[in-house]
Antibody, heavy 115, light 107 residues
């Protein structure tokens, strides 16, 4: 059974870098694409990007501020969002890309951008 | 970018009702369309993939149809656990995009 778990700071100051890690169990991280998706409170879902080994594909709306990486030794992948503002406050989800859909998802991590 | 538009945005229904949610893509996406259910405080769960394929473990009262630009999610007989928000998502082209969601509430 594949399981994902997000971790990282829940509070980030404006202009700093948001860093999250997704730990994967039940499957080798080298086998699939992996995605980050976020959801501001009370709003819809936004695809941030995805990674396969170290090949990445980012949402153009965030591309200049986002980077993703994979650590195969730890079976983890990571997200960094630079120069954050209050608009980056959201629940951040990691998910496996299974063929063309997202399944399963992590439980989500709330990240608040505030001084 | 491909825009996904769901209708209605919210819907009140009763247990036992048949409910249909519509998702329209701004351009043809073949059948690269997937449906998710999200309950408050939880991550979305995959219900239907590739327009009409029921994800393992999802009750058969859920069904999906459509192709190109117009898609529907149908719940044949609403159960209490079905009251949630539903999202469609296209994966035909990046950036992958979601509909704005349809909140299904108890009447």
């Amino acid at each position: 059974q594949v399981q994902l778990q997000e971790s990282g700071p829940g509070l980030v100051k404006p202009s700093e870098t948001l860093s999250l890690t997704c730990s994967v169990s039940g499957v080798s991280i080298s086998t699939y694409y992996w995605a980050w998706i976020r959801q501001p409170a009370g709003k819809g879902l936004e695809w941030i990007g995805q990674i396969f080994n170290n090949a990445t594909n980012y949402n153009p709306s965030l591309k200049s501020r986002v980077s993703m990486s994979v650590d195969t030794s730890k079976n983890q992948f990571s997200l960094k969002v630079r120069s954050v503002t209050a608009a980056d406050t959201a629940v951040y989800y990691c998910a496996r890309v299974d063929y063309f859909w997202f399944d399963p998802w992590g439980q989500g991590m709330l990240v608040i951008v505030s001084s | 970018d491909i825009q996904m538009t769901q209708s209605p945005s919210s819907l009140s229904a009763s247990v036992g009702d048949r409910v249909t949610i519509t998702c329209r893509a701004s351009q043809s996406i073949n059948t690269y369309l997937h449906w998710y259910q999200q309950k408050p405080g939880k991550a979305p769960d995959l219900l239907i993939y590739a327009a009409s394929n029921l994800q393992r473990g999802v009750p058969s009262r859920f069904s999906g149809s459509g192709s190109e630009t117009d898609f529907t999610l149908t719940i044949s007989s609403l159960q209490p656990e079905d009251f949630a928000t539903y999202y469609c998502q296209q994966s035909y082209r990046t950036p992958h995009s979601f509909g704005q969601g349809t909140k299904l509430e108890i009447k």
